[in-house]
């Protein structure tokens, strides 16, 4: 399976982005799909997480209210709609496919998320 991300750029503060991610899989309907990020010198983090159905979702508590995570497995696509962004978004954003609640099984090859104070 491989995740193409795309949707990234630079924003000023306040503003928004909406990032992509298509799978190549015949489906990824079976699948959670997930969003992370790593910021220069700090560790990858959780960022939002959907289930196969696209109704149940969850989010990092630094994120929550501002980004939505959403899916169309029509088009094999997850999407990360982030609003009201701050500095502190800065980061490359890696989209990720998971058989399991906790699990990655794929990641995604990353996009850049720049805020401009």
């Known amino acids: 399976v491989q995740l193409q991300a795309s949707g990234g750029g630079l924003v000023q503060a306040g503003g928004s982005l909406r990032l992509s991610c298509v799978a190549s899989?015949?489906?990824?309907?079976?699948?959670?799909m997930k969003w992370f990020r790593q910021a220069p010198g700090k560790e990858r983090e959780f960022v939002a997480r959907?289930?196969?159905?696209?109704?149940?979702?969850s989010y990092a508590d630094s994120v929550k209210g501002r980004f939505t995570i959403s899916r169309d497995n029509a088009k094999n696509t997850v999407y990360l709609q982030m609003n009201s962004l701050n500095v502190e978004d800065t980061a490359v954003y890696y989209c990720?496919?998971?058989?399991?609640?906790?699990?990655?099984?794929?990641w995604g090859q990353g996009t850049q998320v720049t805020v401009s104070s």
């Open positions: 990720a496919i998971g058989s399991r609640l906790s699990q990655v099984d794929y």
């Open positions: 899989a015949r489906t990824i309907s079976n699948y959670y």
């Open positions: 959907v289930d196969w159905s696209g109704s149940t979702t």
